[in-house]
């Protein structure tokens, strides 16, 4: 067994991720992080008490993952995000929806899928909009062509990081959540300091959402959202808002379906409008409108 000190030292993300490196290749003999066996090794070297606190635990041999990814405009992250995400060792799919990019990023999109045409760890699928509509709508067309046992959404950009992944969707592998909505006001994670009155106006739009949906979340404004398959599938035909109405909306829908919502706290390096932040101070009334609309909606 590892001291106190050795394992506190583990729960640095860095140090994870060399853990996780080095246990992720398929070939060679090596073990499939979050395999049965994969974990039975780490129990013997750790212990179960330390395989919690670590987040370490099993995910079922045939899972699949979605990640669902509205694209708008981003040439220069594109392919970072995406190489980003196939790296993280779970089998899974990328649903990518060009929302009518006027950039080259429709090009890069079927440059990335071509070269994982044969890739069935790392299935990717692109469909794309003749005409700009926003991310909700994006979203909406990522959903109804999803196949994975559960669901999450992912930016284009680089401001949450897809190595997070294993952590979000543990509470729906071991069924103690249907819902987890990563949080970037929760706990310890390193968070990039930009604009006060964005945090000041999410956390009001917050407060005001949860009034609504008697739920006490902290970010409702999140992009990381993690839906079991059967809720995606349950709320894609009811959803209307194209723009970024899309996050109350779809909060205000799990609530009334009475899920079971866990939040986790998520890293965040946020950029600024300059490097292509896209929300904007009319999207925030928007924002309020639907909080109203569909917190009263029965």
Known sequence: MRSRGQLQKMTDMSQLATIMSTS????????LPWSEPWYRQQRASLGEAA?????????PDGFQLSVVIPVYNEESTLRTLVDRVRSVPIRKELI?????????????????????????????????????????????TGFEHVNGDVVIIQDADLEYD??????????????????????????????????????????????LSNCFTNLNLTDMETCYKVFRRSIVDSITPELVQNRFGFEPEVTARVA?????????SVSYSG????????????????????????????
């Not at 395989?51 to 995910?59: E, K, T």
């Not at 294993?166 to 994670?189: C, K, M, N, T, Y």
């Not at 950029?271 to 924002?287: L, N, S, V």
């Open 24 to 31: 992720s290749e398929t070939g060679g003999g090596a073990l």
């Open 256 to 264: 009334r379906l009475r899920c079971r919502i866990y939040e986790m």
């Open 96 to 140: 990518l929806v060009n929302d009518c990019s006027q950039d080259r990023s429709h090009a890069v999109l079927k440059e990335l899928e071509a070269e994982a045409a044969d890739d069935d760890f790392n299935q990717i699928h692109v469909f794309s909009h003749d005409v700009n509509q926003g991310k909700g709508a994006a979203l909406r």
């Open 51 to 59: 395989c919690r606190r670590l987040g370490f635990y099993v995910i």
């Open 271 to 298: 950029r600024t409008y300059a490097e292509g932040k896209k929300i904007g101070w009319r999207d925030g009334f928007k924002a309020l409108w639907c909080i109203v609309r569909y917190g009263l909606r029965k």
């Open 162 to 207: 897809p190595a997070e992944y294993p952590r979000l969707i543990q509470p729906i592998v071991e069924d103690q959540a249907d819902v987890v909505f990563g949080s970037r006001f929760l706990g310890d994670q390193p968070h990039r300091v930009l604009y006060f009155w964005h945090y000041l106006g999410n956390r009001f739009l917050t407060t």
